[in-house]
């Protein structure tokens, strides 16, 4: 055989083998797990979500063309694409529980094909030491009485939805790990108890949303990892170390499990950037109930580098350490912030602030933040509302705050200028003489307005190497001192004006009483915050008179204990109107504003006895006499009408009008001319009339004779 035939055989073998290659290559690729295969074309529906509006300006829906192979109870899908961008279409749901995982993902938690794409997965039943990543394919993840025990759903792929499951971890890091944008974590149960690091939630991607979730998380009060950045904290419930993530509605508890080093430290939230690079912006954290408690430093916000833009609004903030309780902390500088509506409670038996920025001068600008209507409580030896450094152009009002310990002051301003301080309710209980509501430390050019600061030390405000700031029309008590004096301006050149005023109150109960009758005209003078105001006095007006005693002299009542009283007041007897207006007009004391206030005395009518005393029998055509006796607690009456009917026709004179008896020293009488009238008994009826007394009507008996 020549050599060029051996070619054209072997060329011959060549090819036959690679036809039966593709033969069966064609067959393994149309194979599938059962017998029985369906071809069903879907219609595309979005993800079911009660926060279906949260992403929809920032995602698009794609639409993706799919077809799905079912086999048996199993759907396999196959796509054009592995995976998209945008926005995930739900088009089919895939059940999984603890037996069929290994179905669907590997030993290490990663998806074995794509059959799970663009799918909704229902975990059922309880799974121990799983991992679920969504990294290859997209998919959302829902529970049916899911229970996870050391889990972790890991997430590398955009516009996931994690719903309805419940974790019990002790072992994992993390429960939900967020590496992509536009998440939905929504009415999750997250449970850690563990002495070993834990981050509960963990974002790193942006536009993520955690809403109406339930985290307890208890871990390690430990050093803070310094040696990586972001800088973390061993024990967090959430961490966000990216931009425009949304923390709404959630029940957030966070304690330390064990003490690992002395003044180890723990936070429910914290917000973060990299010291170098990474920002942790325009993130919201808004309605939330955060419980913080621990041995040693607690935080319940806390924000580190790269953060500027953030809010915090609406929250409820409980935090409670032994060593250190902060609520909300921004550590280094940061611009446009806004805190408002938060209640915040912070308690320790060491240090605790209620609000700390920029506390330790870091470098950085920290300019207009916005700091409106929280209401803070802060306990501790050394405490402050709120401890502020190298904060300008910012906003810090209408904030009531109330602090007690020793060492403590309400607001602090390190290096501040051009804020304002305006309409804050300060209360300060130390125990030290030398704490103040307000310390200002060289600061400049700073506005100080309309706020109301009772302290039980000396001074209400200090300012420490502080010039040209503006202190006006404030409400400023201290133990001893009231208005400008209580403020300590040592060695500063400041404005100080209209310090010296503290608005009172005048309580005033209305009166219902009858005329005649001896009440007590009572007055109660209060202040701002509701204590009796001791000193000055009250006149008393009745319809814009002022009461005087018998010698014309107007009547001054002297308030004593937060009370000035007129008493035994006689009610005028012909007084004839049923209200009358009493207004009480404080005169002011001291650094105590004048004030009036109004209440009404009512008038009741009473009743009155009618007797007739005048004959019983007259003849017809006769000029008669008829006469009733008009009593009151058998007193005569000197007021009202009486008018009188014959058969319940009313009496009238010759020209047709009623005729009218007035009551005089408690007698009516009319003079009547009898028409011809039938030899009977008629009916008498007496009828009284008056505006201060009730109606009151009297049925008699007359005959009539021939």
């Given at each position: 055989?020549?050599?060029?035939?051996?070619?054209?055989?072997?060329?011959?073998?060549?090819?036959?083998?690679?036809?039966?290659?593709?033969?069966?290559?064609?067959?393994?690729?149309?194979?599938?797990?059962?017998?029985?295969?369906?071809?069903?074309?879907?219609?595309?529906?979005?993800?079911?979500?009660?926060?279906?509006?949260?992403?929809?300006?920032?995602?698009?829906?794609?639409?993706?063309?799919?077809?799905?192979?079912?086999?048996?109870?199993?759907?396999?899908?196959?796509?054009?694409?592995?995976?998209?961008?945008?926005?995930?279409?739900?088009?089919?749901?895939?059940?999984?529980?603890?037996?069929?995982?290994?179905?669907?993902?590997?030993?290490?938690?990663?998806?074995?094909?794509?059959?799970?794409?663009?799918?909704?997965?229902?975990?059922?039943?309880?799974?121990?030491?799983?991992?679920?990543?969504?990294?290859?394919?997209?998919?959302?993840i829902t529970g049916k009485n899911a229970l996870l025990h050391d889990s972790t759903i890991n997430i590398q792929l955009p516009s996931i939805k994690i719903s309805n499951i419940t974790f019990n971890n002790t072992n994992k890091n993390s429960a939900i790990v967020i590496?992509?944008?536009?998440?939905?974590?929504?009415?999750?149960?997250?449970?850690?108890?563990?002495?070993?690091?834990?981050?509960?939630?963990?974002?790193?991607?942006?536009?993520?949303?955690?809403?109406?979730?339930?985290?307890?998380?208890?871990?390690?009060?430990?050093?803070?990892?310094?040696?990586?950045?972001?800088?973390?904290?061993?024990?967090?419930?959430?961490?966000?170390?990216?931009?425009?993530?949304?923390?709404?509605?959630?029940?957030?508890?966070?304690?330390?499990?064990?003490?690992?080093?002395?003044?180890?430290?723990?936070?429910?939230?914290?917000?973060?950037?990299?010291?170098?690079?990474?920002?942790?912006?325009?993130?919201?954290?808004?309605?939330?109930?955060?419980?913080?408690?621990?041995?040693?430093?607690?935080?319940?916000?806390?924000?580190?580098?790269?953060?500027?833009?953030?809010?915090?609004?609406?929250?409820?903030?409980?935090?409670?350490?032994?060593?250190?309780?902060?609520?909300?902390?921004?550590?280094?500088?940061?611009?446009?912030?806004?805190?408002?509506?938060?209640?915040?409670?912070?308690?320790?038996?060491?240090?605790?602030?209620?609000?700390?920025?920029?506390?330790?001068?870091?470098?950085?600008?920290?300019?207009?933040?916005?700091?409106?209507?929280?209401?803070?409580?802060?306990?501790?030896?050394?405490?402050?509302?709120?401890?502020?450094?190298?904060?300008?152009?910012?906003?810090?009002?209408?904030?009531?705050?109330?602090?007690?310990?020793?060492?403590?002051?309400?607001?602090?301003?390190?290096?501040?200028?051009?804020?304002?301080?305006?309409?804050?309710?300060?209360?300060?209980?130390?125990?030290?003489?030398?704490?103040?509501?307000?310390?200002?430390?060289?600061?400049?050019?700073?506005?100080?307005?309309?706020?109301?600061?009772?302290?039980?030390?000396?001074?209400?405000?200090?300012?420490?190497?502080?010039?040209?700031?503006?202190?006006?029309?404030?409400?400023?008590?201290?133990?001893?001192?009231?208005?400008?004096?209580?403020?300590?301006?040592?060695?500063?050149?400041?404005?100080?004006?209209?310090?010296?005023?503290?608005?009172?109150?005048?309580?005033?109960?209305?009166?219902?009483?009858?005329?005649?009758?001896?009440?007590?005209?009572?007055?109660?003078?209060?202040?701002?915050?509701?204590?009796?105001?001791?000193?000055?006095?009250?006149?008393?007006?009745?319809?814009?008179?002022?009461?005087?005693?018998?010698?014309?002299?107007?009547?001054?009542?002297?308030?004593?204990?937060?009370?000035?009283?007129?008493?035994?007041?006689?009610?005028?007897?012909?007084?004839?109107?049923?209200?009358?207006?009493?207004?009480?007009?404080?005169?002011?004391?001291?650094?105590?504003?004048?004030?009036t206030n109004n209440s009404t005395i009512t008038l009741l009518k009473e009743n009155v006895t009618l007797t007739y005393t005048s004959q019983t029998t007259f003849k017809s055509n006769e000029t008669i006499k008829l006469s009733v006796n008009v009593?009151?607690?058998?007193?005569?009456?000197?007021?009202?009408?009486?008018?009188?009917?014959?058969?319940?026709?009313?009496?009238?004179?010759?020209?047709?009008?009623?005729?009218?008896?007035?009551?005089?020293?408690?007698?009516?009488?009319?003079?009547?001319?009898?028409?011809?009238?039938?030899?009977?008994?008629?009916?008498?009826?007496?009828?009284?009339?008056?505006?201060?007394?009730?109606?009151?009507?009297?049925?008699?008996?007359?005959?009539?004779?021939?």
């Amino acid at each position: 055989m020549t050599k060029k035939n051996i070619l054209h055989i072997f060329l011959i073998s060549l090819l036959i083998l690679l036809s039966l290659s593709i033969v069966n290559a064609t067959e393994t690729n149309t194979q599938t797990k059962n017998m029985e295969t369906h071809t069903i074309t879907t219609q595309e529906s979005p993800i079911q979500q009660s926060t279906d509006d949260i992403q929809s300006q920032q995602i698009n829906n794609p639409k993706i063309k799919k077809t799905i192979e079912t086999t048996s109870n199993q759907l396999t899908e196959t796509s054009k694409n592995n995976h998209s961008t945008k926005n995930l279409k739900s088009k089919n749901s895939y059940i999984i529980n603890n037996t069929n995982y290994d179905d669907y993902f590997d030993e290490d938690g990663f998806v074995l094909d794509n059959t799970l794409s663009h799918s909704t997965v229902t975990l059922t039943g309880e799974f121990k030491n799983k991992t679920f990543y969504i990294d290859t394919v997209p998919f959302n993840i829902t529970g049916k009485n899911a229970l996870l025990h050391d889990s972790t759903i890991n997430i590398q792929l955009p516009s996931i939805k994690i719903s309805n499951i419940t974790f019990n971890n002790t072992n994992k890091n993390s429960a939900i790990v967020i590496e992509k944008e536009n998440t939905i974590i929504e009415n999750c149960n997250i449970t850690y108890n563990t002495t070993n690091d834990v981050k509960a939630i963990y974002i790193t991607g942006n536009n993520s949303t955690i809403i109406n979730n339930n985290i307890h998380v208890g871990g390690p009060s430990d050093e803070i990892d310094w040696y990586s950045d972001p800088d973390l904290a061993r024990t967090l419930s959430i961490a966000i170390t990216s931009n425009n993530n949304k923390v709404l509605y959630n029940n957030i508890t966070t304690y330390s499990t064990i003490s690992k080093i002395p003044y180890g430290a723990i936070e429910s939230i914290t917000i973060q950037g990299a010291i170098h690079g990474d920002k942790a912006e325009n993130n919201t954290v808004e309605y939330n109930n955060i419980i913080t408690t621990g041995h040693d430093y607690v935080y319940g916000i806390n924000l580190g580098q790269n953060i500027n833009n953030n809010k915090i609004n609406y929250n409820n903030i409980t935090s409670h350490g032994l060593a250190f309780a902060d609520s909300i902390q921004i550590f280094s500088a940061a611009s446009n912030i806004q805190i408002t509506y938060n209640n915040i409670s912070s308690i320790s038996q060491n240090i605790s602030d209620g609000i700390a920025i920029s506390k330790d001068n870091m470098v950085g600008e920290t300019r207009n933040n916005t700091i409106l209507f929280n209401r803070i409580e802060v306990d501790g030896n050394y405490s402050t509302a709120m401890d502020i450094g190298n904060i300008k152009d910012s906003q810090i009002n209408h904030n009531k705050i109330s602090i007690t310990g020793q060492n403590i002051n309400g607001i602090i301003i390190i290096n501040g200028k051009n804020n304002t301080i305006h309409k804050n309710n300060i209360k300060l209980n130390s125990l030290k003489n030398e704490d103040v509501g307000i310390l200002l430390k060289e600061s400049t050019d700073n506005q100080i307005t309309t706020n109301m600061i009772l302290t039980n030390t000396t001074h209400t405000i200090t300012l420490l190497g502080s010039n040209n700031n503006t202190i006006v029309n404030n409400t400023l008590i201290s133990k001893r001192k009231a208005g400008d004096i209580s403020i300590n301006t040592t060695n500063t050149i400041n404005t100080l004006d209209n310090n010296n005023h503290f608005k009172t109150r005048i309580l005033l109960n209305n009166i219902t009483t009858y005329r005649d009758m001896k009440v007590n005209l009572t007055c109660q003078v209060l202040d701002e915050t509701n204590k009796t105001v001791h000193g000055g006095k009250v006149v008393l007006k009745i319809n814009g008179k002022t009461l005087k005693d018998d010698n014309g002299n107007i009547i001054y009542l002297r308030v004593e204990n937060g009370v000035a009283q007129l008493s035994n007041y006689t009610i005028p007897e012909n007084w004839r109107k049923s209200e009358y207006t009493l207004t009480a007009v404080y005169g002011g004391y001291q650094h105590y504003l004048s004030n009036t206030n109004n209440s009404t005395i009512t008038l009741l009518k009473e009743n009155v006895t009618l007797t007739y005393t005048s004959q019983t029998t007259f003849k017809s055509n006769e000029t008669i006499k008829l006469s009733v006796n008009v009593t009151h607690d058998n007193k005569t009456v000197n007021t009202g009408h009486v008018i009188f009917k014959i058969n319940k026709k009313t009496l009238k004179d010759p020209s047709g009008n009623i005729i009218y008896a007035t009551v005089e020293n408690g007698i009516a009488t009319i003079t009547y001319t009898l028409p011809p009238m039938s030899s009977k008994i008629y009916n008498l009826t007496v009828v009284y009339g008056d505006s201060i007394y009730e109606r009151c009507e009297l049925n008699s008996k007359i005959t009539i004779v021939n």
